[in-house]
C-alpha cells in the first residue's frame, strides 16, 4: 500500500473553532515536503472555498481555494450541469447562495417557480423558509441536500446542521431528500479524485466523522483514518459498525503513519 495523496477534514480534524488542533500545522507540512498530494474537505456550506483557504491561511497552514473543496460546492456544480441556469431555493446562508449563483442557478423564493429545494446547515432558519419549501416541495420540486451531519463541531461542543433542516422538511412534506452531496456520497468523492488526479487505491481520508468522513472511505475504496480530536470517542468507535482501518489521537499522529504506509519520503 502506498498513499500518495490525502482528503483533509477541516472541522474537528485540522480545527474546532478557531483553534488549531496541536500539531496539525507541522503534520501538514510534513507531509506536503515528502510531496503528498492534499485537500482540504468540508460538508459545512456556512462558508466559500475562499473562506476556508483564508481562514487555514491564517491559523498558520497556507491555502489557496483550488485547494478547498466543500458541500456547497459540489451540490451547485452537480445542478449546473444536470439543469443550467435552473431556478432554486435554498434553505442556507450567504456564501451557499452566492455558490448557486456563481453556478449560474437562479434564486427564487416563488413555490411555483421553484424547480430545487436545497436543504442546508442553516443557522437564520425559521418558519418562511420552512413554508416556502414545503409549497415547493408539494409541487413536485426536486429535493436536494448540502450535508447529512447531525451536529457541527465548535470549541463549546457541537450544535445543529443540516439533518435538522432536513428532517422538518421530510416530516412535513412527505418527501424523502433525493441526493445528498457531502461526505459520504460519491459526488464528493469522485470531484476530490479528479482534482487530486489519483486513484481511490491511493488516497486516504482522514477525519473525525465514522457516519461520513470514515464511512465514505470504506464506500469507496480510499484508506480510513479517524482522529479522535472531534466528534467520535472511543466509545462510539467501539459501538460503531463503521471501522475505520486506522485510529490515530490526532493529525498530529499522521506522518508517522504515513511513513508507515507510503515508505517514508
Known amino acids: 500500500m502506498s498513499i500518495k495523496g490525502y482528503l483533509l477534514d477541516l472541522d474537528g480534524t485540522i480545527y474546532r473553532g478557531e483553534k488549531v488542533v496541536y500539531g496539525a500545522t507541522a503534520a501538514i507540512n510534513a507531509l506536503e515536503n515528502r510531496g503528498r498530494r492534499m485537500l482540504f474537505v468540508s460538508n459545512k456550506p456556512l462558508y466559500s472555498r475562499k473562506d476556508y483557504a483564508q481562514k487555514l491561511s491564517r491559523l498558520g ?18 445542478i449546473a450541469k444536470e439543469a443550467p441556469g435552473a431556478k432554486v431555493f435554498a434553505i442556507g446562508e450567504p456564501p451557499l447562495l452566492e ?5 449560474g442557478l437562479k434564486l427564487t423564493d416563488n413555490p411555483r417557480e421553484i424547480e430545487y429545494v436545497i436543504a442546508a446547515f442553516d443557522r437564520t432558519f425559521d418558519y418562511r423558509k420552512l413554508n ?6 408539494r409541487r413536485e420540486a426536486r429535493f436536494y441536500a448540502t450535508n447529512p451531519d447531525r451536529t457541527c463541531p465548535v470549541e463549546e461542543g457541537e450544535i445543529p446542521d443540516a439533518a435538522a433542516v432536513i428532517a422538518a422538511l421530510e416530516v412535513t412534506s412527505g418527501r424523502k431528500v433525493e441526493k445528498v452531496f457531502g461526505k459520504p456520497s460519491r459526488y464528493m468523492v469522485e470531484v476530490a479524485l479528479e482534482m487530486l488526479g489519483l486513484p481511490a487505491e491511493s488516497c486516504a481520508m482522514v477525519g473525525d466523522r465514522l457516519e461520513t468522513d470514515i464511512r465514505m472511505a470504506k464506500e469507496h475504496g480510499l484508506t480510513a483514518i479517524l482522529v479522535l480530536t472531534g466528534v467520535t470517542k472511543p466509545e462510539d468507535l467501539r459501538q460503531s459498525p463503521i471501522r475505520p482501518d486506522y485510529v490515530l489521537q490526532s493529525i498530529a499522529e499522521l506522518p508517522k503513519l504515513d511513513a508507515e504506509l507510503g515508505g517514508g519520503a
Do not use: C, H
Open 132 to 137: 416556502i419549501a414545503f409549497q415547493a416541495l
Open 99 to 103: 455558490e448557486l449563483q456563481r453556478a
Open 61 to 78: 497552514i497556507p491555502a489557496e481555494e483550488g485547494k478547498v473543496i466543500n458541500s456547497s460546492f459540489i451540490l451547485a456544480r452537480y
